[in-house]
C-alpha cells in the first residue's frame, strides 16, 4: 500500500515562500504520475500542478503559474512544490497524489492514492 505523507505547511506572509514535500513509501514511486492539489474552506479540491513518472513533463494551473514549480527525486521518494510570491488566495489544504500510470495525469478522480495535507496560510 502507497503512503504520502506532506510536510512543509505553516502561516506565512504575503509574497512569502514556502516548499511542501511529500515523501511516499510502500510503493514504486519513480514510475507513478504525482500531483499537487489544494482545497480552501468551502470549495473543490483543484489541480495545481503535476508532473510525469521522468520529470520532464509537468503541468500548472494557470493561477499558480510562474510562482509555483513542482519537482520529484527519485533517490528520495519525494515530490516537492516550492511556492513563491504567494497570496492570500493560496491559503488551503494541499494534497500530494499519486497514479500508477507514467503519464501526465491532471483529473483528481485518476489518482490512486492521496496523503493527509497539510495546511498553507497566507497572511495579508
Known amino acids: 500500500q502507497v503512503q504520502l505523507v506532506e510536510t512543509g505547511g505553516g502561516l506565512v506572509q504575503a509574497g512569502g515562500s514556502l516548499r511542501l514535500s511529500c515523501a511516499a513509501s510502500?510503493?514504486?514511486?519513480?514510475?507513478?504520475?504525482m500531483g499537487w492539489f489544494r482545497q480552501a474552506p468551502g470549495k473543490e479540491r483543484d489541480i495545481v500542478a503535476a508532473?510525469?513518472?521522468?520529470?520532464?513533463?509537468?503541468y500548472y494551473a494557470d493561477s499558480v503559474k510562474d510562482r509555483f514549480t513542482i519537482s520529484r527525486d527519485g533517490a528520495k521518494n519525494t515530490l516537492y512544490l516550492q511556492m513563491n510570491s504567494l497570496k492570500p488566495e493560496d491559503t488551503a489544504v494541499y494534497y500530494c497524489?499519486?497514479?500508477?500510470?507514467?503519464?501526465?495525469?491532471?483529473?483528481?478522480?485518476?489518482?490512486?492514492?492521496w496523503g493527509q495535507g497539510a495546511q498553507v496560510t497566507v497572511s495579508s
Open positions: 508532473i510525469n513518472w521522468s520529470g520532464r513533463t509537468t
Open positions: 497524489a499519486a497514479d500508477r500510470s507514467r503519464g501526465l495525469i491532471t483529473i483528481l478522480a485518476n489518482y490512486d492514492y
Open positions: 510502500g510503493g514504486s514511486f519513480s514510475s507513478y504520475a
